[in-house]
């Protein structure tokens, strides 16, 4: 028989160890954006790890959470961050910014008056064959990857019951 106290360390335990992952106090200012680059670890397409990056708070009050990913045959760059930290230096963000991922619209401007035989240097921005712009603005973190949430709280409903039948 186990002691009565013996549901509340287990319950106790299991909320202490499930990652509070979307934690949100209410206090926010604004908009908070993972914000990360695929050349760093635990930042690609699929393979998001919420536990290198916590996150940061957008600069303006309208923000949106942006994932960008640039695609050239089997190699795959993703750039996460605020859509007004990426206005700054992208000339190719699709005028369409709702919810959802959109191509990246076509800058025909964009070096123009450039006659440029370095090939690296990739003034046209033509490198990537496909660039998709993904934006989202419902939630805080929405432009990570996969989260654990939904198994975080199954664990915790699980243990809630187990208390219960005790």
């Given at each position: 028989?186990?002691p009565?106290?013996?549901?509340?360390?287990?319950?106790?335990?299991?909320?202490?160890?499930?990652?509070?992952?979307s934690?949100?106090?209410?206090?926010?200012?604004?908009l908070?954006?993972?914000?990360?680059?695929?050349t760093?670890?635990?930042?690609?397409?699929?393979?998001?790890?919420?536990?290198w990056?916590?996150?940061?708070?957008?600069?303006?009050?309208?923000?949106?959470c942006v994932?960008?990913?640039?695609?050239?045959?089997?190699?795959?760059?993703?750039?996460?961050?605020?859509?007004?930290?990426?206005?700054?230096?992208?000339?190719?963000i699709?005028?369409?910014?709702?919810?959802?991922?959109?191509?990246?619209?076509?800058?025909v401007k964009?070096?123009?008056?450039?006659?440029?035989?370095?090939?690296?240097l990739?003034?046209y921005r033509?490198?990537y064959d496909?660039?998709?712009?993904?934006?989202?603005?419902?939630?805080?973190?929405?432009n990570?990857?996969?989260?654990?949430?939904?198994?975080?709280?199954?664990?915790v409903?699980?243990?809630i019951?187990?208390?219960?039948?005790?």
């Open positions: 028989m186990l009565p106290t013996t549901p509340l360390i287990v319950v106790t335990a299991i909320l202490l160890a499930v990652p509070a992952i934690f949100k106090t209410g206090l926010e200012d604004g908070i954006c993972n914000v990360c680059v695929g760093h670890p635990g930042c690609g397409e699929t393979g998001f790890d919420y536990r990056y916590w996150g940061k708070m957008c600069p303006r009050y309208n923000d949106k994932k960008l990913i640039e695609k050239k045959g089997a190699e795959v760059m993703v750039t996460r961050d605020c859509l007004s930290n990426l206005e700054a230096f992208r000339t190719d699709p005028a369409d910014k709702y919810e959802g991922c959109r191509s990246a619209s076509k800058d964009l070096g123009q008056h450039v006659f440029n035989k370095i090939e690296e990739d003034v033509n490198h496909n660039t998709t712009y993904c934006f989202c603005d419902f939630d805080h973190w929405c990570g990857g996969h989260h654990m949430l939904g198994t975080g709280w199954v664990v409903g699980f243990a019951f187990l208390a219960i039948l005790h």
